[in-house]
């Protein structure tokens, strides 16, 4: 009996301790609900500057690097709390990257989530808006779709993902085909980066409302075959990712979407490293594609390419290029060092008898100058 009595004595101390303590541990959703706090950084202004912050109280300098091209260091200050800031501007509306540099290390922006990325995480990208003269890449209204669609790259002997943009008007016309735009991304870049960094989505909804281009299918694949840079941009390389694209891509697409399928109704562009492949690829396939657009391909840079290692025979006869094509547009940014090779790329063409158009702004090797070719060459498709 008295071994009873401490037994339950016992269990009902431990049953007490563990209300107690549970009771301490009450859940609670007090201060919740509560107006938010003011964006810390970056702060976009009514007047267009920007205001940048960053934590760091132990470091002894911090500079912002802002821009993707022309990129100058500037001295951010620091306040009794160890916030380092700076307002820049007013600058002109678009998107900019961005970086902070404390004490030589340069790091992202961790109180923004919005970055530029592709097989690394180049920088912290903030947003200046058009305001009542929404940008050409800017949402003026709700658009189209962008689906995720993963294939079997037989070349590549893996599941590869296609992003799809699909207009608006698609789903409402049944009865309809549509053209499709096949769009590369650059060296470091991903099958994601034309619609996260190049608005590519954003920039056809904005062209299709307002009139100014065809409703039309965009299909962007990944363009790296080795993990590296340079990959797709070999001889090689380019012999998988056409392979790739006529029997894996192409077949694919037209089997899950109501498309056009003939060349009239294809096209096929680039920047950088997917420039040289639209370019290499188009003119090897004139019986598939009909368009081609290069921006700011590097192969053709240096004088140096080699037409008949990429694309034997090609360029011996000028009058079928002229023939087939309905458009050559070949682009490339003032500011970029691959300018120079191509005015003598485009020299050499234009000596040659090709048919073609060249376009430059004062850019260097960065997204606005693809965005605003894109902008470009889609208003000239399927007309």
Not at 69 to 89: C, F, L, N, R, Y
Not at 216 to 227: A, K, P
Not at 267 to 286: C, D, F, H, T, W
Not at 372 to 380: R, S
């Amino acid at each position: 009996m008295k071994r009873f009595f401490i037994l339950m004595t016992l269990l009902g101390v431990i049953f007490m301790v563990g209300a107690k303590a549970q009771t301490g541990q009450a859940f609670s959703m007090a201060g919740w609900w509560k107006p938010a706090d003011p964006k810390f950084s970056p702060v976009v202004n009514d007047d267009n500057t920007i205001t940048f912050r960053v934590k760091a109280p132990a470091a002894k300098e911090v500079q912002l690097l802002f821009d993707e091209w022309d990129v100058v260091p500037q001295a951010m200050q620091k306040d009794e709390k160890g916030v380092w800031s700076i307002t820049i501007g007013p600058v002109a509306p678009r998107l900019y990257q961005y970086k902070f540099k404390v004490d030589g290390q340069e790091i992202l922006d961790l109180e923004n989530p919005t970055v530029k990325a592709g097989t690394m995480i180049y920088g912290s990208v903030v947003e200046v808006s058009g305001g009542d003269t929404p940008r050409f890449d800017e949402i003026h209204t709700i658009g189209g779709e962008v689906h995720v669609v993963p294939y079997l790259s037989h070349p590549m002997k893996q599941i590869r993902q296609a992003y799809v943009y699909v207009p608006a008007e698609y789903a409402a016309h049944p009865e309809k085909r549509y053209p499709v735009l096949y769009l590369r991304h650059g060296g470091g870049d991903a099958e994601w980066s034309w619609t996260r960094d190049g608005r590519a989505a954003v920039i056809l909804d904005n062209l299709i409302a307002e009139g100014k281009a065809e409703p039309m299918l965009i299909v962007m694949t990944n363009g790296l075959t080795d993990g590296s840079w340079a990959g797709g941009s070999t001889v090689e390389g380019m012999q998988l990712l056409e392979k790739e694209l006529l029997e894996d891509v192409i077949p694919m697409i037209e089997s899950r979407y109501r498309t056009l399928s003939d060349r009239e109704h294809r096209a096929i562009a680039g920047l950088s490293m997917g420039g040289g492949q639209a370019y290499v690829m188009g003119l090897r396939n004139m019986d598939k594609f009909s368009y081609v657009g290069q921006f700011s391909a590097g192969i053709f840079s240096d004088g140096s390419f080699d037409y008949e290692k990429y694309m034997p025979g090609i360029i011996a006869h000028p009058e079928e290029i002229n023939q087939q094509l309905q458009l050559l547009w070949i682009a490339c940014g003032t500011k970029d060092p691959r300018y120079s090779g191509h005015q003598d790329f485009v020299k050499d063409l234009a000596a040659r008898g090709v048919k073609f158009e060249f376009h430059d702004a004062p850019y260097g090797h960065e997204w606005q100058f693809w965005r605003l070719q894109l902008y470009g060459f889609a208003q000239q498709l399927f007309r």
